[in-house]
């Protein structure tokens, strides 16, 4: 059985970004993968991982604006406030996304949908970098 | 170590539906896997799987009731809304619940607990087919 | 291929609880594995596992305080409701954070951030025994 693991770092603002190309480009062992599966883990607690619409970026801006309303930085109850008011909503979008996202491998490919793609979901102000594991494997 | 791979299609109507049985009947060599995982995976964007109470229906039905609170269709803030006023919110929910579960495989068998099953989640009016990968690998 | 299964029983009060040392103590084999992959599964609908932040006990508390907003136990229109006020918010946040988390496996440890630990989540007042299956794999 191959097993492969990768690592990229990634620095982008806050907000939703499309990183499905970034992800196949690293995982350079992918066309030698007939069938199997790939991981895509983030290090980090108050950044995420999913798999939406690859397609019109306006969905990405409806994310960052509905996730901010869900989880909104000014909830009174917050206790754990003093690394900044962007911090725990951070964790709690983070929580409600996940840390990682898993895809299926055919024929040297990702089984992704027509118009699946992978974000990237930056939760703070000022996230800075942020380290990626990504870990393939199959026969 | 083996490596099986399958691939489903459904049409139901918006709402929570509980697939267990369908995806046991479709992975054919669920029985020969003796320790392992199985992933099933949808490859859309507007509708999503996850896991949760296989009795009582109206838990399902709660789901459906909840989740159109949470993620309202007429969220004043939504620039996405040329496709109708389902998609964005199915977008978000789709996000909100996942694109995949993962269940471990011991002695042939999904380790479900009692009350466990697995729920195909259909967030938009007309979905219409929906693709499911699910792959088992273990030994 | 090396595929190893093991499970551990819990017992917690309601509220969000850093298991991260005792899923590592039990999966003896852990060290034998050069790169793989971890899944913890809970098999339970009305209790959850996620990935947060591993030092600050004030972020389980907000946990514990925002998802109570988020699904709160007297919403209104829940129809499943003869299982206490407590079970139908219970089965939401469990899907909403999910039944399972995965975590990378590199030279025999996990591939978990500074801050990265795995949170237990209990969602009933009295949720009693759980049951959680570790599975490891690799080469």
């Not at 190309?21 to 069938?35: I, K």
């Not at 996304?97 to 992978?118: A, D, K, R």
């Amino acid at each position: 059985m191959k097993f492969y693991q990768y690592s990229i770092s990634l620095n982008k603002p806050r907000g939703f970004h499309l990183i499905t190309d970034l992800v196949v480009r690293a995982t350079t062992h992918l066309n030698s993968v007939s069938v199997g599966m790939m991981q895509v883990f983030i290090q980090h607690t108050s950044a995420s991982l999913t798999i939406n619409e690859n397609a019109d970026p306006t969905v990405r801006k409806d994310f960052e604006t509905f996730f901010n309303k869900m989880v909104p930085s000014d909830f009174p109850d917050f206790i754990h406030t003093y690394e900044g008011l962007d911090d725990m909503p951070a964790h709690l979008k983070s929580s409600i996304l996940g840390s990682s996202v898993q895809i299926p491998i055919n024929n040297g490919e990702l089984c992704l949908g027509t118009w699946q793609g992978i974000y990237f979901c930056e939760h703070r102000d000022f996230g800075g970098n942020r380290n990626l594991i990504i870990t393939i494997w199959g026969n």
